[in-house]
Nanobody
Framework: QVQLVESGGGLVQPGGSLRLSCAAS????????MGWYRQVPRKQRELVAS???????NYAGSGNGRFTISRDNAKNTVYLQMNSLKPEDTAVYYC?????????WGQGTQVTVSS
């Protein structure tokens, strides 16, 4: 059974930082491309950042320069370091794992940026 479990969300003030983690099980983590997405009510889920199994990273415009995605294949975990957070970063953040064998999602973790 594949599981992606996100953690690290919460309430943070504008300008603050959070580090999200996504622990994967049930897959050979190292051969999956990983991504972080976010979604707000009544809007489509959008890509925040992705990292290939080879370690190449890609960032959507909203987080470019403020967010950093990384992975630790020994721990089957992908991270999203978010700095200089803004109220518009408020969303549910989802972890995704995908390759030709499958496409899997976590349950999401809420990030709220507010003073």
């Amino acid at each position: 059974q594949v599981q992606l479990v996100e953690s690290g969300g919460g309430l943070v003030q504008p300008g603050g930082s959070l580090r999200l983690s996504c622990a994967a099980s049930g897959i050979i983590f190292s051969i999956y491309n990983m991504g972080w997405y976010r979604q707000v009510p009544r809007k489509q889920r959008e890509l925040v950042a992705s990292i290939t199994r080879g370690g190449y990273t890609n960032y959507a415009g909203s987080g470019n320069g403020r967010f950093t995605i990384s992975r630790d294949n020994a721990k089957n975990t992908v991270y999203l370091q978010m700095n200089s957070l803004k109220p518009e970063d408020t969303a549910v953040y989802y972890c995704n794992a995908h390759n030709i064998n499958g496409d899997y999602w976590g349950q999401g973790t809420q990030v709220t940026v507010s003073s």
